[in-house]
């Protein structure tokens, strides 16, 4: 696409991608007077972004707007909402016990998850670049559980892998254990989803991949020279150097995992069992919202997980300042 | 950059106005459009849409669309659409489902536009709230116990007297049934589904609702769940764990697959089961409590048809209905896919054509006729029942929560959810 962002950009009048160094370091930017040929470009310009504006106002921003709205709400959906102030909100603290154990569950998935997701997908990631030939078939291979991960296919796939009957347990019975179903007894059953998002690894791995391609060689030769082994190498130049992908990764990671749906929806069969112990927040967000006809209530938690999963993102980036290093940074 | 957001705005609108004129008027030709919603497996689909074709071939000028969705997302559809202002004419509902649509106002009163007349009265009363017909039942089904004779025989089992048989004696048998086989299949499967405990309590003398709330006692809850742990204990059943997996879906049930036995389901599921075990299942009254005067079985309704009270079709919609209830034509091709036929002149039609399942469960209802408990329509809030009683089972029986509290907060958060 030939689209000019100069013209888009100042037409507007707020954005500055279009002030060269020059005119930043001179501190003074000419006026400029739109010419017809400009005006019409820039229309050119929001005609192409036209359906990103669709969406982003049609289906995001609308919705998010009528959400907060409707969070201030009791909406069965299907009587009209009825204004009830701060009280879903109050409620989700003080009242309902289900949002609690959600919010731990979600937590104690999230905190196991993506540690071991992204310390499995840095593993494989140096083990790739070692320089394998048919690097690009393993790459892809070992990227494809991410593609499917969070499908629905998969998730029947690892209700059966971890069945009474499954995989699993035919494989243990030969070494004489003969258990109950992993994911319908509640003390493993969300552990066979942590593994199912472990497994999962494939993105943050290729990430890790052209990461680890970017690290100059000879720092590695000049450290081996020097008489440093494999772990003072991985310790003292890889992970340093490394920060910032592992830093991107991780905030990736995070809310993405916050949001995680789909595995519990399917393997508890849409409710959350056994005993609540895969209640997912945004499971517990459906059902409240499509299944009990509280939209309202469902509306205000959605909020509420957003300014977790902001909160904690601002926390991730404050905390980026002492252990995340960038090549430039002296 | 206001004439860009005012630009925008009007694209949007241009857009969703498109989207939406589809479903709006009517359709082509003058031709009134219905839309139609229902649940339920392919099978039903194929022959809802062959009946929805026999009613347009009489009724020219309606033009029906069927809407159809599985049972798992059915009602987020309904509710999403009521929400937009865009309910189907015609809505399939169940019983759990009625008090929170009819109370809620968005369903109309039918009486007078659908003949019912021919219908079986008292499950016509389950259509019935505040002396308002908000819908009408398709067919009724009960919940029953079901065996497998062929397996009781090869086991060595004896069919046991379902007209005294208590729920010792069920787990007795069930319990001899593991051990003579080996464990190789189960004496019985157990369902949490709220029917069951309905049945067990109906016995006591206690309803499952009453006056809008939950009207079972903590004790009898605790009893039933003493129950089921006894079938665990002794082996007359699976563990709790297996239960999860193979006891939600008739197609994956145990007496399906021969694994078991004993079972209990819907009585409009035997032809499932029977297709998927291939053996000869039959139909037992449920176990009673020693000197129980009362069997706890009842009637319910499989679902029912509801006109939309924001329809502009009314006297199609009832049309519709009327066909799919009263018209021997519809009988013959639904037969005892939404439950066995209540007007009785339909059944009487179509009874050579069931299948000899579905004939079984005719002859079994007509049997007990006059052993079973007047229909109650659950209270609002009781869609969530089900989630709420197996969760509060599923606490005890993994060992999780003590009976006493788990009644407690079963009986605390049924309640709530009733008087939201």
């Known amino acids: ?330 | 950059m206001k004439r860009i957001l005012a630009a925008t705005a009007l694209a949007v609108v241009a857009v969703s106005a498109t989207a939406c004129g589809g479903g709006d008027d009517g359709g082509s030709g003058g031709k009134t459009k219905l839309v139609f919603s229902y649940w339920g497996s392919d099978s039903r689909q194929k022959l809802t849409e062959s009946a929805i074709a026999a009613f347009e071939k009489k009724n020219p000028a309606i033009d029906v669309e069927g809407d159809f969705s599985d049972f798992d997302s059915y009602y987020e559809k309904l509710a999403t659409k009521t929400a937009a202002g865009d309910a189907p004419d015609v809505m399939s509902i169940e019983i759990r489902g009625l008090a929170e649509y009819a109370g809620r106002g968005a369903l109309a009163d039918v009486k007078g536009k659908v003949n019912t007349a021919d219908l079986d009265q008292s499950v016509l009363k389950a259509g019935q709230l505040d002396g308002k017909q908000y819908a009408v039942p398709t067919g009724v089904n009960t919940w029953p116990m079901i065996v497998n004779k062929d397996l009781l025989k090869k086991e060595g089992g004896k069919m046991p007297d379902d007209k005294s048989w208590t729920w010792d004696d069920y787990i007795a048998a069930s319990q001899q049934m593991t051990q003579k086989s080996g464990e190789q299949v189960w004496g019985t499967e157990y369902n949490e589904n709220p029917a069951f405990l309905q049945v067990f309590a109906g016995q006591r003398g206690e309803p499952f609702y009453a006056n809008g709330k939950v009207g079972l006692s903590e004790q009898t809850i605790k009893d039933w769940w003493a129950l089921l742990q006894k079938i665990i204990a002794t082996k007359a059943g699976p563990g709790a764990a297996k239960m999860l997996e193979t006891g939600t879906k008739p197609d994956q049930a145990l007496l399906a697959t021969n694994k078991s036995v004993y079972g209990s389901w819907w009585s409009n599921q035997l032809d499932a089961l029977s297709k998927g075990s291939g053996q000869d299942l039959e139909l037992l009254r449920m176990p009673k409590a020693p000197g129980a005067s009362a069997s706890g079985m009842f009637l319910q309704p499989a679902m029912y048809y509801t006109i939309s009270s924001r329809t502009k079709h009314s006297a199609a919609a009832a049309k519709f209905i009327d066909f799919m209830v009263n018209d021997p034509e519809a009988g013959a091709i639904v037969l005892s896919d939404r439950g066995l036929p209540t007007n009785a002149k339909v059944l009487a039609a179509v009874k050579g054509k069931l299948s000899p399942a579905d004939q079984k469960v005719a002859a079994f209802m007509d049997s007990i006729k006059g052993e079973l408990s007047p229909i109650v329509i659950p209270p609002k809030g009781a869609t969530e029942m089900e989630d709420i009683l197996k969760r509060a089972t599923d606490s005890v029986l993994f060992g999780k929560a003590k009976p006493d509290d788990a009644a407690k907060t079963f009986l605390s958060e049924a309640n709530g959810a009733l008087t939201k």
């Open chain 1, 1 to 330: 696409m030939t689209l000019r962002p100069v013209e888009a950009s100042t037409a507007t009048g707020t954005a500055e991608p279009s002030v060269t160094s020059a005119e930043r370091a001179g501190g003074r930017r000419p006026r400029r007077r739109k010419s017809s040929r400009a005006r019409s470009q820039a229309w050119a310009g929001y005609l192409f972004l036209a359906p990103w504006f669709i969406g982003l106002f049609a289906i995001t921003l609308g919705p998010m707007l009528a959400t907060l709205y409707l969070s201030f709400n009791d909406y069965s959906m299907l009587t009209p909402p009825h204004w009830v102030g701060l009280h879903n909100y109050d409620k989700m603290f003080t009242a309902d016990d289900r949002f609690v154990h959600s919010l731990k569950v979600t937590t104690i998935y999230v905190v196991v998850s993506v540690p071991l997701q992204l310390a499995f997908a840095l593993g494989l990631a140096m083990a790739l670049d070692k320089g394998l030939r048919g690097l690009s078939f393993y790459r892809s291979v070992f990227y494809l559980p991410s593609l499917l991960g969070g499908s629905v296919a998969i998730s029947i796939l690892w209700k059966k892998i971890f069945g009474t009957d499954g995989i699993v347990n035919t494989f243990l019975g030969w070494f004489g254990y003969h258990g109950e179903g992993w994911v319908t007894s509640p003390d493993t059953a969300l552990w066979t989803l942590i593994i199912l998002h472990v497994w999962t690894f494939g993105a943050p791995m290729v990430i890790f991949l052209a990461g680890l391609r970017q690290i100059p060689r000879d720092l590695y030769e000049a450290a081996r020279v020097d008489g440093a082994g494999r772990w003072r190498r991985f310790r003292s130049i890889t992970l340093p150097l490394l920060t910032p992908i592992i830093f991107f990764n991780a905030v990736l990671e995070l809310i993405k995992s916050f949001q995680s749906f789909t595995q519990s929806f399917v393997i508890s069969g849409g409710n959350g069992g056994p005993v609540d112990s895969t209640l997912f927040y945004t499971l517990y967000l459906y059902i409240k919202g499509f299944k009990n006809y509280e939209m309202g209530y469902a509306a205000a938690m959605a909020w509420v997980l957003l300014l977790i999963i902001g909160a904690l993102t601002a926390v991730n980036f404050l905390m980026s300042r002492f252990w995340v290093f960038y090549g430039d940074e002296k």
